[in-house]
């Protein structure tokens, strides 16, 4: 019905930036929500930052200032621009969506994940 495909994870050195982007496909009644958690070893999942569809913006005090959210309506694709990024930034990052299917119950989806390590 509905996958999220993610791209832009990898190595960048502490200070670096990087640019995550995922894209909604399938069969989309009307998308909510999409934002990014992540999970770094031994942790439990955290939200990141989730843009809505009116567009306010929630991002975590431990990347305010740092990280900025995004959305490209037209192509169903939320981005994170992460930059002055830090070794504790490193996890496995993962897409999120609230969206609904031919009707208006929404549902959550989640992409694959995509690692970004944070290392000299």
């Known amino acids: 019905q509905v996958q999220l495909v993610e791209s832009g994870g990898g190595l960048v050195q502490p200070g670096g930036s990087l640019r995550l982007s995922c894209a909604a496909s399938?069969?989309?009644?009307?998308?909510?929500?999409m934002g990014w958690y992540r999970q770094a070893p031994g942790k439990q999942r955290e939200l990141v930052a989730i843009i809505t569809n009116p567009g306010s913006t929630n991002i975590a005090d431990s990347v305010k200032g740092r990280f900025a959210i995004s959305r490209d309506n037209a192509n169903n694709t939320v981005y994170l621009q992460m930059n002055s990024l830090k070794p504790e930034d490193t996890a496995v990052y993962y897409c999120?969506?609230?969206?609904?299917?031919?009707?208006?119950?929404?549902?959550?989806?989640w992409g694959q994940g995509t690692q970004v390590t944070v290392s000299s």
């Open positions: 999120n969506a609230v969206i609904s299917t031919r009707g208006p119950t929404p549902s959550k989806y």
């Open positions: 399938g069969t989309i009644f009307r998308i909510y929500t």
